[in-house]
């Protein structure tokens, strides 16, 4: 004969066996990761030279739009234990009758069991879900590198057109002070001097100017790692070197490998589950029922066993499934959609950095070189007296004006490569 449990003996037992389970699940929510402050991560960079590959040092550890990305990827690492979670019992605990000679008290646990592959709906949801957060954090760092290229190259384009503007102001003074000893000379008009004084003010407004551009682009680097006060002394680097003009097929190769649409992508697949994981929601999930009966009044105990189905009746889940498959459609709509975007925003990015290319190659090799000679021969010969000062200013002013446009095509060259690096998201130099 078989002997069954009594029922005062199987309660304690019930109720050890729920606070273990409530303890481990209480150590299972432990943090997966220490909990830091944001702010005790922002470093800053020494106070000289700084590099490069500094820059890119500092932004990549301590951007808080990479940290935001960070926890996000954490966030999704805990959606997916949750995923893989199965389905909690319940204990109903029952008394009938008041007097206890005839007092009937039930204890049953019951545990619903899930059917039609809703778990594992539910794991490939939140899988798919972690990587598309791993894409974005290797995007958001992909994008963070391009940003500290474009402006590490500001930096150095900014620190070159203060040096030129300096040049002029020493330029112009020396210009002044000749002109003066020729009008005290009695060989030129005091007009001369009055114009030359005149020049040596703009240059000096121009070297201002490009102070201020130099301190903004300066700030907008270091707030790339969350520092608003500069301590580098100067970028350190050659802003002569120019980025490579990738072909059309390797831009076509990296537009169909880049993370952008593999995210897309992805995010087709779990959408899919979510479909897959409604259209299982249509059959309900039974529950099996195990307990124990005490009859005061028989004086034994009765096992229970018993199974719960819910009938779906009113509820068919019609409407989260239709849904579903609509939101399915729409990432397959926004898939085509960012696909032809991204193709044309990378192919302009690429044909401005080629215009830019074409641009400083026609300086360096014609226009620089003529502004410099034009200027050369119009200040010698206005030391001998053959050119008047009228002539100096012209050349000294097509000068700078063409040093600086060669500035600023060198910085839109490297705005443009960085571009096409951050809407491709280039991992490449990492």
């Known amino acids: 004969m078989r002997t069954l449990v009594p029922f005062r003996a199987a309660f304690p037992l019930v109720a050890i066996l729920i606070a273990a389970a409530s303890g481990a699940h209480a150590q299972a929510l432990a943090p997966l990761y220490p909990q830091t402050s944001v702010l005790d991560r922002f470093p800053a960079e020494t106070g000289g030279p700084l590099t490069l590959a500094a820059a890119l040092d500092l932004a990549l550890k301590a951007n808080p739009d990479i940290s935001v990305a960070l926890r996000e990827r954490e966030a999704s690492e805990g959606a997916v234990i949750q995923g893989r979670a199965r389905p909690n019992p319940s204990v109903d605990y029952l008394v009938e009758d008041s007097r206890a000679a005839t007092r009937t008290t039930t204890l049953q646990l019951n545990q619903p069991i899930e059917v039609a592959g809703k778990r ?70 005091p007009v001369e001097e009055t114009r030359a004084r005149v020049a040596e003010a703009g240059t000096r407004v121009e070297l201002a100017q490009a102070q201020g551009e130099l301190r903004v682009a300066r700030q907008r680097l270091t707030g790339l790692w969350g520092n608003p006060v500069p301590r580098f002394e100067r970028a350190e680097g050659d802003v002569g070197v120019l980025p490579p003009v990738p072909s059309v097929d390797l831009v076509a190769q990296r537009i169909a490998a880049s993370p952008v649409l593999t995210r897309a992508t992805i995010e087709i697949t779990r959408r899919a589950s979510i479909t897959a994981l409604e259209r299982a929601r249509r059959l309900p999930d039974p529950s099996i029922t195990l307990g ?128 096409i690096d951050r809407l491709l998201a280039d991992r490449s130099a990492e």
């Open 292 to 419: 124990l009966k005490r009859a005061e009044e028989l004086g034994r105990d009765q096992v229970l066993v018993g199974v719960s189905i819910p009938i779906p009746l009113l509820d068919s889940n019609r409407g989260n499934l239709l849904e579903a498959l609509k939101r399915e459609d729409k990432a397959r709509d926004e898939l085509t959609a960012l696909q032809v975007r991204l193709t044309g925003d990378v192919l302009q990015a690429r044909e401005r950095l080629s215009n830019s290319r074409l641009e400083l190659e026609s300086l360096q090799r014609d226009v620089l070189p003529g502004a410099q000679l034009a200027y050369d021969k119009a200040s010698k010969g206005f030391e001998l007296g053959k050119f008047s000062f009228l002539d100096v200013l012209d050349a000294q002013r097509t000068l700078f004006q063409a040093r600086n446009q060669y500035l600023r095509t060198l910085t839109d060259t490297h705005r443009a490569a960085a571009e």
């Open 120 to 189: 594992s709906a539910r794991m490939a949801i939140a899988e798919r879900g972690r990587d598309i957060a791993d894409i974005e954090l290797a995007t958001r760092r992909a994008e963070i590198r391009a940003s500290v290229v474009s402006a590490f190259f500001e930096v150095l384009s900014a620190q070159e057109r203060t040096r030129l503007a300096r040049e002029a102001v020493s330029l112009a003074e020396r210009a002044t002070d000749a002109v003066s000893k020729r009008v005290i000379a009695g060989k030129v008009s």
